[in-house]
């Protein structure tokens, strides 16, 4: 599986951003697909995941603000980022796994990332 994240770049604080992430292969639908976020000097942070036909789960630190959602027709999963504040800031990845976990370890596949940067 072969990730591609788009839709990142530089955002107002209180606006919004939706990131996607269209993913090769024929297998998609099969994998738990998961977001997470890397701010610079930080370990890289679970957003949300979510499997095919099951609804999102988030982190605490995200839910109200951020919305994940798949389309599987597309192969690509969506990340829309409401009320940007400056800590959103960051280099944003998806990724794919046989297992869903908010363990970074856990997902075989990743993409390259998209950068957020939030302007205050």
């Known amino acids: 599986v072969q990730l591609q994240a788009s839709g990142g770049g530089l955002a107002q604080a209180g606006g919004s951003l939706r990131l996607s992430c269209a993913a090769s292969g024929r297998t998609f639908n099969s994998y738990a697909m998961a977001w997470f976020r890397q701010a610079p000097g930080k370990e890289r942070e679970f957003i949300a995941r979510a499997w095919s036909g099951s609804s999102p789960y988030y982190a605490d630190s995200v839910k109200g603000r951020f919305t994940m959602s798949r389309d599987n027709a597309k192969n690509t999963v969506y990340l829309q980022i409401n009320s940007l504040k400056s800590e959103d800031t960051a280099v944003y990845y998806c990724?794919?796994?046989?297992?869903?976990?908010?363990?970074?370890?856990?997902?075989?596949?990743w993409g390259k990332g998209t950068l957020v940067t939030v302007s205050s």
């Open positions: 990724a794919a796994g046989s297992r869903g976990s908010a363990a970074p370890a856990v997902y075989d596949y």
